[in-house]
């Protein structure tokens, strides 16, 4: 069974940002300041990644600590982070050298989605690895969702190939119409030539593969479950009845619209 995130490489279409890569773990031991370092292959999914970088470069930041990423980390392929103050990019098999001799000061989280007290730089306070999932918002929000957010900011051939793809798909109820008579999964939606994109207010929704769900013992043991189908189409159903607000904040948007059908 495939597993999320192996089917990537760095064969994309678009070209990568530089980093300055750390190739000798004698620059980490020489170097001032603390690392924070962490097994980035447990998922390579991009989701999963998120919430790691998420959560631990934001555990770092508690400490005035770097987080450390290894150079064949995915999130490369999506984002720029590249802010030297907060991130290292280091070579595979340094992080691995380093973890190795840091084996014996290693947190392990056994739950994916907790968000414990972690006493971290204790034994050693320059040096520290912490392993996990982190799928627990607490870890940086609200204290760093701005800095976390601005992160993630796709780049710019990401963004060009999103737009297009989004416009072909654009979606508002007054411009639409629909065939009252077929069912949920076959209505057909026409745009008018008034739509713009501005127009426009869009909802990601997280779609789990269902046999990486029923099969990976893993997520069974963390109490996943696969949506039937009509989940999404209530979801659907909902969300377009939510008014948008824009003084309310996508956590709490979200969220309301979650309640409404979980």
Known sequence: MPISGNEADFKQPWSLPEHKIVRSANDFLNAEGRFLFSNFSLSKGLGNLMWQYASLSSLAADYKA???????????????????????????????????????????????????????????????????????????????????????????????????????????????????????????????????????????????????????????RHGHLAAPFDYYLQAMRDLSQVKVNENVSGFRLIHKAKCSFS
């Open 66 to 220: 770097k987080i450390v990423l290894p150079e064949s980390c995915l999130l490369r392929r999506a984002f720029n982070l590249s802010d030297e103050n907060r991130i290292v990019w280091a070579e595979d098999s340094v992080v691995k050298e380093m973890m190795k001799e840091l084996r014996n000061e290693t947190i392990n989280l056994k739950s994916c989605c907790s968000h414990p007290d972690l006493a971290v730089f204790v034994k050693n306070p320059k040096f520290q690895v912490v392993n996990g999932f982190f799928q627990n918002l607490n870890y940086f929000h609200p204290k760093y969702s701005r800095k976390i957010k601005n992160d993630f900011t796709f780049l710019k051939p990401i963004e060009e190939q999103a737009a297009k793809f989004l416009k072909g798909i654009m979606y508002v109820k007054s411009a639409v119409q629909v065939n009252n008579t077929a069912s949920d999964t076959d209505k057909t939606v026409i745009l008018d030539g008034s739509t713009s994109m501005s127009d426009i207010h869009y909802v990601g929704i997280h779609v789990r593969r269902g046999m990486d769900i029923l099969v990976n013992q893993n997520n069974v």
